[in-house]
């Protein structure tokens, strides 16, 4: 599975990088709001930069609703860098939108997708990724793992070369269960990545190697 970072925070996405384990990063407008990111010149610039730290994709949302804004703000994303992928949100002027990109090249990440119905969609548009927002589902009593594994049962039934985006990802346990059930990619927030890490035994453990060496070597 590859971890992508879901912030449009410069630092924690160093952080990410420095790791080695990034692969690559999703924004929204809320991302880039909560880091004081505002005007389309600061905003395009702010992708820029971000590509510049990562090697992967990187997804940057349009703000229109419809088909002709999103094609014009989505070519725009698009001719920033080679790794953009244009964000867009699963309506029906999302769905063509998507279908356009994706005849004319362009990768496309379809957003804000709570049901296989969107997802099944976005795949057969030709989306590079479906982002099902796992968090966002569980806040409202659903199951948002269910649908990461009901989408890619589905896709891999019908041989959809759209990949599976776990976004909205709160905890270490989302993770991990969308490790399990398939997702080919999970957009985590820093602080869940590097909670993977947490166990106290290897904390107890590392204690007792270095208090041992230390009794030895002094
Ligand atoms: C990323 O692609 C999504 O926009 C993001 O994961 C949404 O997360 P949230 O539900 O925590 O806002």
Redesign the pocket.
Known sequence: MKFFI?TANLAQIREAQELGILDGV?T?P?LMAKEGIKGEENILKHYKDICEIVDGHV?AEVISTEFNGMISEGEKLAALHPQIVV?IPATKDGIKAIKYFSDNGINTNC?LVFSVGQALLAAKAGATYV?P?V??LDDISNDGVELIEQIVYLYKTYNFETQVLA????HTMHIIQCAEVGADVA?CPLNAILGLLKHPLTDSGLQKFLDDYKKVNG
């Open positions: 879901d999703t929204n809320s997804s964000k957003t982002s927002f968090g966002r976004a909205s990802i709160r957009t």
